[in-house]
């Protein structure tokens, strides 16, 4: 069966209408041929260049960790500091000290989803943050501003985004090499 130039979706019912089967299982077949490298899917309009990938849906990860610093900066000097307010800014502090520096790391290290799974990628990401968060700490105490809010904001959100670029970079290199083989 050819399903050459076919959108994805065009390509599930279509395989549905050959196969009898229910879009459902005609998904997860093709899912399944996908895995097993017996189907390629192209995306149609490419991103062109660093700048280009950067700014387009595989690099939506990003985003959503910018969002996850800027989120905790934003409620420490933006949202009054009163009752229910007040709870909003220790979860997205939480989320920002407990998890993203060492999500942002495990992306760069390991900058293939296929490279681990899910579960460990989130269990690696706590243990390494867990590890770095005191080192950073360690290095402010020993600088003229200290452990304070503001120098522990700054330093972590520079951490988090030095990292999240250089895995935006290498995600790159590895989508191009995906893409020529």
Known sequence: MSGAGLETGELVAKISRERGVDIED???????????????????SPPLGLMGFFFSLYSAWFWLVMGFVGFPIFSIYFIPQVYPFYYLRIGAGAIFVLYVPGYTLIETMYPRMNDL?????????????????????????????????????????????????????????????????
Do not use: C, H
């Open 26 to 44: 005609a998904s997860r077949g093709l899912y399944r041929a996908l895995e097993e490298g017996r189907v390629r899917l192209v995306d149609p």
């Open 117 to 181: 799974k899910r579960l460990e990628r989130f269990g690696l990401s706590i243990g390494l943050n867990l590890a770095m968060v005191p080192l950073v700490g360690l290095i402010l105490n020993y600088t003229q501003w200290g452990i304070r809010l503001d120098p522990a904001l700054v330093a972590l959100s520079l951490l988090t985004l030095a990292l999240a670029i250089v895995a935006v970079n290498r995600k790159y290199g590895y989508w191009r090499l995906a893409r020529s083989g």
